[in-house]
């Protein structure tokens, strides 16, 4: 009779498991990297407090009755943007050039569960940026409008978009052009698409493409919403996903670990 004992089960962890432990691992990442938190938690708040100085635009460029109400769905979409795209892309290049995404291709996991968990770390970030930026606002004497759950969908759709995308940028160049570039994004999309500056402020043709950027179909979104409590923004929605159903793929197909 043999005695009882422990039973070698080789072959991969199921994807959920894999998922899960991978977005912890990189949820707690972020949170210890503090250029990571400065550049999605700190500068957020900062450019809250300028962006509501009445120092831009008045209150009929910005189409609202109080400056607060523009900025505040302007600043989450802007935080989204930071921690979804640029830290992650920059973030995952480094690792990249590091050697250690390359250890990581040398195990069970996938590209696909790769790129799902740094996106389910990224929204665990968002829930700290969203709760800071809704307490400064209200601290501001700001008064969200609409349907949370609209407000939500808004934000997973916008993480999944920007997320995908900076892997993709992160996963296909290297880490010091990965930098460059998106810093520079981040700041043209802060510009020119639609997040600081209103898109009414553009010539007609340009605001008619520059609609459809992420970053606008986000903070029109958010503004809709909480600003003048709109309905369902079938349009912006459709656009987060367009971009997300692009991205995601792309950057499954092309990631290389190293």
Excluded: C
């Amino acid at each position: 009779m043999s005695e009882p004992g422990f039973r070698a089960a080789p072959g991969a962890a199921p994807k959920q498991r894999m998922l899960a432990a991978q977005a912890g691992m990189e949820f707690r990442l972020l949170l210890r990297n503090g250029e990571q938190v400065g550049l999605t938690l700190v500068i957020p708040l900062l450019l809250l407090v300028f962006f509501n100085l009445p120092l831009l635009y008045s209150l009929a460029d910005l189409g609202v009755q109080r400056r607060i109400d523009f900025v505040v769905p302007s600043i989450l979409a802007l935080a989204v943007m930071s921690a979804s795209f640029t830290g992650l892309a920059i973030g995952t290049g480094f690792e990249r050039k590091y050697g250690v995404l390359k250890r990581l291709g040398g195990t069970a996991l996938p590209r696909s569960v790769l790129i799902a968990g740094k996106t389910v770390a990224v929204l665990l970030v968002e829930i700290v940026q969203v709760a800071l930026i809704a307490l400064a606002g209200a601290a501001l004497a700001w008064h969200p409008h609409g349907d949370p759950v609209v407000v939500l969908l808004l934000v997973i759709l916008g993480t999944a978009a920007f997320g995908t995308l900076g892997l993709l940028l992160a996963g296909t160049m290297r880490a010091e052009i990965t930098l460059a570039a998106a810093n520079l994004i981040w700041l043209v999309l802060l510009l020119g698409g639609g997040v600081a500056i209103p898109l009414a402020k553009f010539p007609r043709a340009v605001a008619d493409v520059l609609q459809f950027l992420p970053s606008a179909a986000l903070a029109d979104g958010l503004r809709g919403v909480l600003t003048f409590s709109a309905g369902v923004p079938w349009r912006d929605l459709l656009t987060l996903l367009v971009w997300a159903g692009v991205a995601m793929p792309a950057a499954a197909r092309w990631f290389r670990w190293q």
